[in-house]
Structures are given as structure tokens and as C-alpha cells.
């Protein structure tokens, strides 16, 4: 949905699928690897925005 807010995390990073945080994570290796790990989950179907 274009124009929304989204609260990031103020330490660490986070998962964006879609507009919507999923996790957050203290490191940016972990972010990766659960982004990583969602795609091997759901390599196919709807390509939802995935942002790490």
C-alpha cells in the first residue's frame, strides 16, 4: 500500500515482506540467513517484496 508508515527497528535489522516487518534480527548475517531461509521455504508462488 503506497504512502504507509512503516516503524523500523531502532537497533539491528528487520524483514520486509510486503510492506509488513516480519522479524528483526540483532545482525545483518542473521537477517540474511532468514531471508534466505523464507525463500527456500517459498520458492514459489506470489513473488512477494522481499526487503532485508
Known amino acids: 500500500m503506497p504512502g504507509r508508515h512503516i516503524e523500523l ?4 535489522y528487520a524483514i520486509e515482506i510486503d510492506g509488513i ?11 540474511e540467513d532468514g531471508a534466505i531461509e523464507l525463500k527456500r521455504r517459498f520458492p514459489k508462488g506470489p513473488n512477494p517484496h522481499l526487503r532485508c
Open 9 to 12: 527497528p531502532k537497533t539491528g
Open 21 to 31: 516487518l516480519k522479524s528483526q534480527f540483532s545482525t545483518k548475517k542473521g537477517a
